[in-house]
C-alpha cells in the first residue's frame, strides 16, 4: 500500500535553507548594483579587481582559486575588466603563453573610488539587524562556509593558488 505524503507547503520552501541563501545573495547584488551603478562593476568584478590589485602578475587560473569563481566563467570577467581598460594581460616571462593580469591606473582609481559605495551596500545588507545580530550572522556564515568549502562547484582555494604564484611567470 503507498504511503501518503504530505506535500511542501511554500512556506517550507520560504524557510529552507538554501531558498534563504538564494534570496539574500540576489538581495546582496542587488543592494551592490544600486550602490555602485556609477562605477559599472558587478560583485565578481570587484573581487577580482581587489585580487589582481592584491597579487599583481596572477594568471586566470589563480585568479579563479583565490576567489572562488568558475575558470571558464572568469575568461568573461577578465574580458571586460579589460576592455574598460581596469586591468591588462601581459605574457609570462616564463612562459608567453600565460598571460598575466595586472590593474591599471584607472583599476586602482575607479577601486579606490568605489570603496564608499561598496562599504554602503555591505553597510545596508546588515543594517536590519542589531549589531550583535550581524556579528552573530557573519561568524556562522564563515563558519558554514568554512565547513562546506569542498561542496562547492568552485572551492575557495586562495592558498594553494598563491603558493605558486610566484612560479607562474
Same mark, same amino acid.
Given at each position: 500500500?503507498?504511503?501518503?505524503?504530505?506535500?511542501?507547503?511554500?512556506?517550507?520552501?520560504?524557510?529552507?535553507?538554501?531558498?534563504?541563501?538564494?534570496?539574500?545573495?540576489?538581495?546582496?547584488?542587488?543592494?551592490?548594483?544600486?550602490?555602485?551603478?556609477?562605477?559599472?562593476?558587478?560583485?565578481?568584478?570587484?573581487?577580482?579587481?581587489?585580487?589582481?590589485?592584491?597579487?599583481?602578475?596572477?594568471? !586566470?587560473?589563480? *585568479?579563479?582559486?583565490?576567489?572562488?569563481? =568558475? &575558470?571558464? +566563467? /572568469?575568461?568573461?570577467?577578465?574580458?571586460? %575588466?579589460?576592455?574598460?581598460?581596469?586591468?591588462?594581460?601581459?605574457?609570462?616571462?616564463?612562459?608567453?603563453?600565460?598571460?598575466?593580469?595586472?590593474?591599471?591606473?584607472?583599476?586602482?582609481?575607479?577601486?579606490?573610488?568605489?570603496?564608499?559605495?561598496?562599504?554602503?551596500?555591505? !553597510?545596508?545588507? *546588515?543594517?536590519?539587524?542589531?549589531?550583535? =545580530? &550581524?556579528? +552573530? /550572522?557573519?561568524?556562522?556564515?564563515?563558519? %558554514?562556509?568554512?565547513?562546506?568549502?569542498?561542496?562547492?562547484?568552485?572551492?575557495?582555494?586562495?592558498?594553494?593558488?598563491?603558493?605558486?604564484?610566484?612560479?607562474?611567470?
Amino acid at each position: 500500500m503507498p504511503s501518503k505524503s504530505t506535500p511542501i507547503t511554500m512556506d517550507a520552501v520560504y524557510t529552507a535553507p538554501g531558498y534563504l541563501f538564494r534570496r539574500m545573495q540576489q538581495i546582496a547584488v542587488a543592494l551592490f548594483m544600486e550602490e555602485c551603478k556609477a562605477y559599472d562593476l558587478t560583485p565578481v568584478q570587484y573581487a577580482a579587481l581587489i585580487a589582481i590589485r592584491t597579487h599583481p602578475g596572477i594568471d !586566470a587560473t589563480r *585568479l579563479s582559486a583565490v576567489i572562488a569563481f =568558475d &575558470r571558464s +566563467t /572568469l575568461g568573461s570577467v577578465i574580458e571586460r %575588466l579589460e576592455a574598460k581598460q581596469f586591468i591588462e594581460r601581459k605574457p609570462g616571462s616564463m612562459d608567453k603563453r600565460v598571460k598575466l593580469l595586472h590593474l591599471t591606473k584607472a583599476g586602482a582609481t575607479v577601486l579606490r573610488e568605489i570603496m564608499p559605495s561598496v562599504d554602503r551596500a555591505q !553597510a545596508r545588507m *546588515l543594517q536590519p539587524l542589531k549589531p550583535a =545580530d &550581524r556579528k +552573530t /550572522l557573519l561568524a556562522l556564515l564563515t563558519q %558554514l562556509v568554512d565547513l562546506n568549502n569542498e561542496a562547492s562547484r568552485v572551492p575557495l582555494r586562495a592558498e594553494d593558488a598563491l603558493e605558486h604564484l610566484g612560479k607562474a611567470g
